[in-house]
Antibody
């Protein structure tokens, strides 16, 4: 069955970087893109961007442009999302999801990133 | 950027009742690009509806989506205890950014 398993929670200081992984299995990795969504505590869902697993091209929402980098390792069927220059308002649960033409039916379990001095 | 506004913010109903959740877009959204997600505390979102009206795999037929243009609706007939959660609408194209509504909390009355 399709699975997306994310790396564990992280605690970082302001100004640091964090890299979250999303290990996929149960389907052909390069057939479906991966998208990333974050959710601040008690808040709604915020789309961060998307990466093609075919060619590694990524598209970011404007507010994260230049501070977020999405990459893939095809051999490891894993997607990564790095956030640089962390601020306290980056504290959130970060999710990866598989992108189909019929929506996003498969999600990782989420990775909590806490930014605190 | 297309802004999605969901109403009501909170909906209080009893099991067995019918829930109607609304999603209004700041501009027209192609129906194929409108989806609904359910999220329970401590869980990732779950896809319910895609293409405005198609149920995702395994979603009970109590859930239905409708609408077009800038107005979309999620209807849940005969509410069950497991349905009480937060619901988000999402528009995903054809151009980025993808946006979500702010959510409707469906709570037990």
């Amino acid at each position: 069955q399709v699975q997306l398993v994310q790396s564990g929670g992280e605690v970082k200081k302001p100004g640091a970087s964090v890299k979250v992984s999303c290990k996929t299995s149960g389907y052909r990795f390069d057939n479906y893109g991966i998208t990333w969504v974050r959710q601040a505590p008690g808040q709604g869902l915020e789309w961060m961007g998307w990466i093609s697993t075919d060619n590694g091209n990524a598209r970011y929402t404007q507010r994260f442009q230049g501070r977020v980098i999405m990459t893939i390792d095809t051999s490891a069927t894993t997607a990564y999302m790095e956030v640089r220059s962390l601020r306290s308002d980056d504290t959130a649960m970060y999710y990866c999801a598989r992108v189909l033409s019929s929506g996003w039916p498969d999600w990782g379990q989420g990775t909590l990133v806490t930014v605190s001095s | 950027e297309i802004v999605l506004t969901q109403s009501p913010g909170t909906l209080s109903l009893s099991p067995g009742e019918r829930a109607t959740l609304s999603c209004r877009a700041s501009q027209s959204v192609g129906s194929r690009y409108l989806a609904w997600y359910q999220q329970k505390p401590g869980q990732a979102p779950r896809l319910l509806i895609y293409g405005a009206s198609s149920r995702a795999t395994g979603v009970p037929d109590r859930f239905s989506g409708s609408g077009s243009g800038a107005y979309f609706t999620l209807t849940i007939t005969r509410l069950e205890p497991d349905d009480f959660a937060v619901y988000y609408c999402q528009q995903c194209g054809p151009l980025p950014p993808i946006t979500f509504g702010q959510g409707t909390r469906l709570e037990i009355k």
